[in-house]
Structures are given as C-alpha cells and as structure tokens.
Nanobody, 118 residues
C-alpha cells in the first residue's frame, strides 16, 4: 500500500520558518523524484519544489526560490521542505507526491496546513 504522510505545518508569523516532512512508503523511494505542491481554496494545486532521487537536482517555483529548500533522507524515506522568510501569501495545504512518471505519481497524502497571518 502506497502512503505519503505529511507533517510539520502550523501557524507562524511572517518572516518565520517551518520545516515540512513527508514520509513515503509502499514504493521504491530512493529511485523516485519527489515534489512538494500547495493548494488554497478555490485555486488549482501549484508546484513548489522537486528533488531527484539522489537529491542532487532540485527545482523551485519562482515563489519558493531563495526562501525554501527541498531535501531528502533516503534512509528514512522522507522528503523535507524547509520554508524560511514565510509571507502572508504562503498559506496553503502543502502536499508531497511523485512527479509524472515516477513511483509516487498520482499518490497524495492528506497534506499539512501552513498558516501565516497577515
């Protein structure tokens, strides 16, 4: 059974930081690229960041570049998203998945809520 379980969200003031975690199971993790996405009510889910299976290649949305860092620990089957300098426009449910064509493609966790009061 494939599972993705996110955690680490919460309420933080603007300028603060959070570290999100996503634990994956049920498929080959170290061989799969992983990504973080976010969604707010009434809007489509949007890409935040992705990382290759080895962790050597990362990509970021313009909104995340310079503020967020994606990383992974293949020994723990976990993907992380370090979020710094959070802004009032960052609140969303953040979820992890595998990009198209990867082991975790089409699988989503329940997400973790990030709240930044304006």
């Amino acid at each position: 059974q494939v599972q993705l379980v996110e955690s680490g969200g919460g309420l933080v003031q603007a300028g603060g930081s959070l570290r999100l975690s996503c634990v994956a199971s049920g498929r080959d993790f170290s061989g799969s690229d992983m990504g973080w996405y976010r969604q707010t009510p009434g809007r489509a889910r949007e890409f935040v960041a992705s990382i290759s299976g080895s962790g050597s290649i990362t990509h970021y949305a313009d909104s995340a570049e310079g503020r967020f860092t994606i990383s992974r620990d293949n020994a723990k089957n976990t993907t992380y998203l370090q979020m710094n300098s959070l802004k009032p426009e960052d609140p969303a449910i953040h979820s992890c998945t595998g990009p198209p064509g990867t082991s975790f493609d089409h699988y989503w966790g329940q997400g973790t809520q990030v709240t930044v009061p304006s």
